[in-house]
């Protein structure tokens, strides 16, 4: 199933949807798959969110490569033209461990 879609969208919602987010993203590490998670960040809902992926990026609790799959956008047209602009660049670090 995982073969056939580009992304993963998530919508406001509630532990449900936090848990799939980030099973999804543990996917990314474990390099099952290099696709972007789109976040519909409805009236910023996912700002918080947004802001502890990047303290943990920046304190080297996940790598670079996880967190760029996180795309965010306010509104669905917005966040489709994010999704379809994405490219996945491999962290080079994280390659090493492979």
Do not use: C
Request: no cysteine; net charge negative; charged share 20%.
């Amino acid at each position: 199933m995982l073969d056939n879609f580009d992304a993963f969208i998530a919508l406001p919602g509630g532990i449900g949807t936090l848990e799939e987010i980030f099973q999804i993203a543990s996917w990314a590490q474990l390099n099952i798959h290099h696709k972007p998670i789109g976040l519909l960040n409805v009236d910023g809902f996912f700002n918080k969110l947004l802001s502890f992926l990047d303290q943990a990026g920046e304190e080297n609790f996940i790598p670079h490569s996880t967190r760029q799959i996180f795309i965010s956008a306010s509104i669905a047209e917005e966040m489709i033209d994010k999704l379809e602009d994405f490219v996945y660049k491999p962290d080079p670090v994280a390659a090493q461990i492979d």
